[in-house]
């Protein structure tokens, strides 16, 4: 666990020096267990540039706290990354609140359509020829509800999804894919609103 809470501390820094996790928001996640579900979890209401390797807790499939040694309050959104963990396969899930994210959903409530662009094969999709469209959600704060409509809404192939008037959320193999993806999605975010 003390390599997880390292591993979670060390990249919500980076996250929080790039100002998309500014007033305690974000959180991050990465798979410790697939049978049964476990996920290690960055803890709730904590400024997320200054975590500890102790700020983690182990939650299950439901999102619920499964505690091992003290413990700690996960993420409030601690369902919705263990539902992506299930759905989409992810190993690792990151959640930032980007304004870029928060601009685009607002613009594109129907998604974020992009065509074109070098950066989508960060995505793993194809510069030319392939249209790539990023989901967009309502936000609630009912996680059932929210993780519902995250499975239901996302797309295969594509690693990421906006909340409406929230953030977004990207997922990968490793902490290190999921960075990648973050990073393109707002990379893409920002080219998409700069583009009118
Ligand atoms: C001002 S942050 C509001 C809660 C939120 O959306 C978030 O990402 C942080 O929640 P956590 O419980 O993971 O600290
Ligand atoms: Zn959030």
């Known amino acids: 666990m003390r390599v997880a809470g390292e591993a979670l501390a060390r990249e919500a820094a980076r996250y929080a020096s790039l100002g998309w996790m500014r ?4 959180n991050l996640s990465i798979v410790l267990c697939r049978a049964p579900l476990r996920l290690a979890v960055t803890v709730s209401g904590l400024d997320k540039s200054e975590l500890r390797a102790g700020d983690v807790a182990v939650v299950d499939a439901a999102g619920a706290a499964r505690p091992v040694g003290p413990a700690r309050r996960p993420s409030a959104e601690a369902a919705l990354h263990a539902r992506l ?5 992810a190993q690792a899930v990151v959640h930032v609140h ?43 704060q009912d996680m059932t509800d929210l993780g519902d409509r ?18 977004l959320y990207a997922w990968g193999d490793d902490l ?16 998409a609103l700069a583009d009118g």
């Open 176 to 191: 290190g894919a999921a960075r990648r993806h973050t990073e393109a999605v707002q990379w893409l975010l920002e080219w």
């Open 98 to 140: 980007t304004i870029a994210s928060v601009r685009a959903a607002e613009r594109w409530p129907g998604g974020v359509e992009l065509e074109g662009l070098e950066m989508l094969k960060a995505l793993g999709r194809g510069a030319d020829g392939d249209r790539v469209r990023i989901p967009v959600v309502d936000n609630s």
């Open 85 to 89: 963990a299930e759905a989409a396969g």
């Open 150 to 167: 995250i499975v239901a809404l996302r797309d295969p192939r594509t690693p990421a999804i906006l909340i409406a008037r929230h953030g």
């Open 23 to 26: 007033a305690t928001s974000g």
